[in-house]
Structure formats: C-alpha cells, structure tokens
C-alpha cells in the first residue's frame, strides 16, 4: 500500500504564500499522475493542480498563474507553490497519486493538510 505523507499547511494572511509537500512511499517515477485536489466546508472536493507521467501540468481555473506544481526527483517529492493566497483557497488540501497495472487502476490519497488564509 502506497502512503502519501503531506506537510506545508497552515495559516497565512492574504496574499501570502505556502508550500505544500507530498512525499510518497513509492518512487514518484512509479506513478501515472500525481496532484493536489482540496475540499472546503460544505463543498466538493475539487481539482487544484495534476502532473502526469509525460509532465504535462493542468490546473484549476481558480489558482492559475497563483499556484505551480513541481516534481523534485532528487527528493522523491511532490510540490505546490501556492502565492497570492485568497481567503477562498481556505481548504483541506490531499495529495493524490494513481499507478496503473495491467490489473487495473489504483488511486492513493494522504490525509490532508489545512490551508487557512484569514487576516
């Protein structure tokens, strides 16, 4: 079982900015895709940012031109930049992984990191 280990979250003023970080227990270079996705109070979780194993990058609408995804092979780690941060990225944001096998697709998922943005 791969598990995703997240730090970076927590509390910043708007227009600051924050880290997040996912480290898996597999090699980065074992997944498919690997991304951000966050879900705040009384709402869906949504898609922030992904990467795929051709590094092709998608983002949000909402966090473009704000936030950047990096993969850093040396450290086996996933990360997002997130600048300009806005009270309504306030959130739990997950990493997510996914490795595809010839006997199916598997998603993983760590447990969470908050992200509040509040003055």
């Known amino acids: 079982q791969v598990q995703l280990a997240e730090s970076g979250g927590g509390l910043v003023q708007p227009g600051g900015s924050l880290r997040l970080s996912c480290t898996p227990s597999?090699?980065?270079?074992?997944?498919?895709?690997m991304g951000w996705y966050r879900q705040a109070p009384g709402k869906q979780r949504e898609l922030v940012a992904t990467?795929?194993?051709?590094?092709?990058?998608d983002y949000a609408e909402t966090v473009q031109g704000r936030f950047t995804l990096s993969l850093d092979y040396a450290k086996n780690a996933l990360y997002l930049q997130m600048n300009v941060l806005k009270p309504e990225d306030t959130a739990v944001y997950s990493c997510?992984?996914?490795?595809?096998?010839?006997?199916?697709?598997?998603?993983?998922w760590g447990q969470g990191t908050q992200v509040t943005v509040s003055s």
């Open positions: 990467i795929t194993l051709g590094r092709n990058t």
């Open positions: 997510h992984a996914d490795q595809k096998f010839a006997t199916g697709k598997f998603d993983y």
């Open positions: 597999a090699s980065i270079h074992s997944f498919n895709t």
